[in-house]
């Protein structure tokens, strides 16, 4: 079975550029989340989607990043402007969805922004 | 709020030795807990996870960990570490949120493996 597929692994943009990070989630997992990590750090939820609803975007910073996922499998998650803070890995998981479940996890977006 | 501590940032065992790594936790009712595994340039992998129950928890890669509520931890231990085990160690709580658990993680624990 294949994993949470996630691309580019690698983007490097000059700053005040846009960008966007794809996912495709485990095929049946309803559930999709979108986690920024910063070196040195662990995962910090952006958004989570319940098929194609966005439940939880409270920590997505509104301004600049966006996220959809139409159809309600994959996702795509955007920044536009990058600003140099923004240079992360960015991970996408997805689960079957219910308290319980295990989120696995792909394999991340590094970003680098000059 | 939820919070995880893992206070150690970095460490370094010998190969075959036993380890044991640290992660506390601050959460107001009965927490669900995580450790996950990251290899460089990979995803996340999930080790184990308590929900209920048995306080020694059994995972993968002969991995166990113990809750102790009254001491707010749950850390993570192997008997003997093998050379493969090198990457960095992450602990989570998780909240239940409507129909999934929102997981807060701690900062990571980064093992090093000496032959």
């Known amino acids: 079975e294949a994993g949470v597929v996630q691309s580019p692994r690698y983007k490097i943009i000059e700053k005040k550029q846009p960008v966007a990070f794809w996912c495709n989630p485990i095929s049946g997992h309803n559930t999709l989340y979108w986690y920024l990590q910063n070196l040195g750090q662990g995962p910090e939820l952006l958004i989570r989607?319940?098929?194609?609803?966005?439940?939880?975007d409270s920590q997505l910073p509104k301004d600049r990043f966006s996220a959809e996922r139409l159809k309600g499998v994959d996702s795509t998650l955007k920044i536009q402007p990058a600003e140099l803070g923004d240079s992360a890995v960015y991970l996408c998981?997805?689960?079957?969805?219910?308290?319980?479940?295990?989120?696995?996890f792909g394999p991340g977006t590094r970003l680098t922004v000059l | 709020a939820q919070s995880v501590t893992q206070p150690d940032i970095h460490i370094t065992v010998s190969e075959g030795a036993s380890l044991e790594l640290r992660c506390n936790y601050s959460?107001?009712?009965?927490?669900?807990l995580f450790w996950y595994v990251q290899s460089p340039g990979q995803g996340l992998q999930l080790l184990l996870k308590?929900?209920?129950?048995?306080?020694l928890v059994q995972g993968i890669k002969g991995f166990e960990a113990e809750f102790k509520r009254s001491q707010s931890s749950f850390n993570l231990r192997k008997p003997s570490v093998h050379w493969s085990d090198a990457a960095e160690y992450f602990c989570?709580?998780?909240?239940?949120?409507?129909?999934?658990?929102?997981?807060?993680f701690g900062t990571g624990t980064r093992l090093q493996v000496t032959l």
């Open positions: 959460y107001g009712a009965t927490p669900y």
């Open positions: 989607y319940e098929n194609e609803e966005a439940v939880d």
């Open positions: 989570a709580v998780g909240v239940l949120t409507g129909t999934a658990s929102k997981l807060t």
């Open positions: 998981a997805s689960s079957l969805g219910g308290a319980y479940s295990e989120q696995f």
């Open positions: 308590y929900f209920s129950g048995d306080t």
